[in-house]
């Protein structure tokens, strides 16, 4: 692919007083210096995934007594079997919220509470997870796990792809330039023209409640087209030792 052909792009704008040599001397040397550019157009594409990484899941536990003390003190046992749980794993108190409802129900008191823990490591959420079954067996309720992505992992996705896109044109310019022997520049114009982002997609997916399956579907994709405009400099020739 030979180099496109130089373009000169001149603004006369008449003298307000000065020395019109000067000035036609100012735009001959403004149409040299354009006409001595060269340039090669290139367009780059990338696309990248980023699995979740946040997870929510919630417990909840409940009791029905005839007593209101009675009601209470059983979940209060457990809730503090769960918390004691939770920090164990490492889990901050910002990352934990927990909501307790006490009503009357007929002739009996009913005492509930539910537990919502948000995960940066999956691994310590399936620990307690299996802990609390575990140990608690049917007395809690443990909610399907969530998966989603933080706006700073979104945000993160979205510069990398484009910064790929742009590492993709650079490299598609220096063998361009390569091949018609000359020297890549630096760059004149770099636009993003095209940013898509999708999730992936469970249609004609058999279901299934294994959590990688889940971070799977929680996964999400984004592409990136760029255009780069890069300087084509001449080949530098070898310099000989005196």
Not at 93 to 117: S, W
Not at 122 to 132: A, D, H, T
């Amino acid at each position: 692919m030979s180099g496109s052909p130089a373009q000169v792009f001149a603004n006369l704008v008449p003298s307000q007083g000065g020395n019109p040599n000067q000035d036609q001397l100012g735009v001959a040397q403004e149409m040299k210096t354009a006409a001595a550019v060269r340039e090669v157009h290139v367009s780059g594409r990338a696309e990248l995934s980023a699995v979740p990484d946040r997870a929510r899941v919630s417990v909840h536990i409940s009791n029905q007594k005839e007593t209101a003390g009675e009601a209470k003190s059983s979940v209060v046992r457990r809730l503090e079997y769960i918390m004691q749980s939770i920090r164990q794993q490492g889990v901050l108190e910002e990352n934990m919220t927990v909501m307790k409802n006490f009503t009357r129900v007929e002739n009996a008191y009913q005492m509930e509470a539910e537990v919502c823990i948000t995960f940066s490591d999956f691994g310590k959420m399936q620990n307690l997870c299996n802990l609390l079954v575990e140990k608690l067996d049917g007395s809690v309720l443990i909610s399907p796990l969530q998966f989603y992505h933080t706006q700073e992992a979104v945000e993160k996705l979205r510069r990398q792809v484009c910064i790929t896109a742009v590492g993709n044109a650079q490299r598609k310019a220096q063998e361009i330039c390569r091949l018609v022997g000359q020297a890549l520049g630096k760059p004149l114009l770099i636009r993003e023209e095209e940013l898509k982002e999708w999730e992936c997609s469970t249609e004609n997916q058999p279901y299934s409640s294994t959590v990688q399956q889940k971070i799977k579907n929680a996964t999400i994709f984004a592409s990136s087209k760029v255009f780069v405009n890069f300087e084509i400099k001449g080949k530098e020739k070898n310099k000989k030792n005196v």
